[in-house]
């Protein structure tokens, strides 16, 4: 039987993650929320993206899936942090 639960200490083997392309959208979205969000600076995209992407190779190295969450009109700058 297989254990579906939820756990913040074990052992990660599927990640939901959220790219930030996906979650800025646009200059104009970051420039339009990251105050109201309480950003402490807007977030700058391309070292975000970078920094994703080394994050999404240390997942996979230690054998986690990594799945991927879409844009998405409904949500925020925040939907960065999926959780």
Do not use: C
Not at 39 to 45: H, M
Request: net charge negative; no cysteine; aromatic share 8%.
């Amino acid at each position: 039987m297989r254990d579906n639960s939820l756990s913040e200490v074990g052992r990660l083997t599927r990640v939901l993650v959220k790219h930030p392309r996906e979650a800025f959208v646009s200059d104009e979205a970051i420039a339009a929320q990251w105050k109201l969000l309480n950003f402490s600076a807007a977030p700058a995209v391309a070292r975000a993206s970078e920094e994703f992407e080394a994050f999404v190779g240390i997942l996979r190295g230690a054998g986690a899936q990594v799945d991927f969450l879409p844009a998405d009109e409904r949500t925020s700058l925040d939907s960065i942090y999926a959780r």
